[in-house]
């Protein structure tokens, strides 16, 4: 069994593999110990697919998971963390914006017995404003209301002991938020910062659907608050109304001509309308994920991997 375990999901990053291998494999070396570096590939078209196999036939440390199409990244991580088998698993991008020399710094604090150290991001370079302004309201929105807590500006880049890893394996939720699964999960925790560079090549794979899938699968797995809203706002309308109501009255029987005809009404329907069915959109967020729950499909399928256990 390896001692470390390193884990990137993969969807077309064939420009970034062999670089990614390299500097994976310096890093690990230096540290004297056992390792495996398991690539998922996430359904990538761009022979992303090949390239793992041959870096897997070159150095028996790589060992592919290759799903049958793209699941998408918590998915991937997962399978990743699945098929891992070393004392310290770290999560980790393939793109190189996450420095794998941080690792070291991670396995020193494992070492001093913390059981999940996650990469906090000091600094992040050559990413769009709307990036980073989403990014860190996405965060502090996160913080706010959900009842895990889920440290700021800290992505999946992670290592996690042995223990977490079996724990987070248990927990078969299909819409993952992996870094509030880690928090759920407890443990002695640490952060250690480091500054997140730039893409080494290619693009973002998340494009703005995936981001906005990825943050309502965070809010809904994590907090019943959208759920409340509407109860919220219910009260506000009907305390509003209830005051409304005798100065309308008073106002009518004063002679005013305040409030007559159909605008005032049609400006209320219509928002009472609104929110209604915004209410019953999110209660619809909630119900679609039941019913995804309930079908109790496994997570991720696999085309081709390595044996679990040896
Ligand atoms: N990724 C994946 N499946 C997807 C989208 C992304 O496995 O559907 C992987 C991708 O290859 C990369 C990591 O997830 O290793 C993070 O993606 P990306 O760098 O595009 O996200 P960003 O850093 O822009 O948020
Ligand atoms: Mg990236």
Request: proline share 4%; no cysteine.
């Amino acid at each position: 069994m390896p001692k470390y375990s390193i884990v990137a999901p993969i969807y077309n990053e064939s420009e970034n593999l062999p670089e990614l291998f390299r500097r994976v494999r310096e890093v690990m070396e230096s540290t004297g110990k056992t390792w495996e570096l398991v690539l998922v590939d996430d359904g990538s078209t761009d022979g992303s697919t090949d390239l793992m196999r041959e870096l897997a036939e070159e150095d028996p440390r790589v060992r592919p998971v290759i799903f049958a199409r793209n699941f998408g990244h918590q998915i991937a991580v997962t399978a990743g963390m699945d098929y891992s088998r070393g004392d310290a698993v770290v999560i980790i991008d393939a793109d190189l914006q996450d420095p794998p020399e941080v690792i070291l710094d991670m396995i020193a604090k494992w070492r001093e017995g913390y059981e999940v150290v996650y990469a906090v991001r000091a600094e992040r370079e050559g990413e769009s404003w709307f990036k980073l302004l989403t990014a860190a309201t996405f965060y502090r929105l996160i913080q706010r209301i959900t009842d895990v807590d889920i440290p700021l500006d800290t992505g999946d880049f992670r290592l996690l002991d042995r223990k977490v890893v079996d724990v987070m394996g248990q927990m078969r939720e299909r819409h993952r938020f992996l870094r509030g699964m880690s928090s759920w999960v407890g443990f002695k925790s640490v952060g250690v910062e480091y500054q997140r560079s730039e893409r080494f090549a290619g693009e973002t794979k998340y494009p703005l659907r995936k981001m906005l899938k990825f943050a309502s699968d965070a809010i809904t797995s994590f907090s019943y608050f959208p759920l409340q809203v509407a109860t919220y706002i219910g009260f506000a309308a009907a305390g509003f109304s209830s005051l409304a109501i005798p100065v309308v009255i008073a106002l009518r029987l004063a002679g005013s001509r305040a409030f007559f005809g159909q605008a005032s009404t049609l400006i209320a329907v219509l928002f009472l309308g609104g929110v209604q069915l915004i209410s019953l959109g999110i209660l619809g967020e909630y119900i679609g994920r039941l019913y995804d729950e309930a079908k109790g499909r496994p997570l991720y399928v696999v085309r081709d991997a390595p044996e679990r256990e040896e």
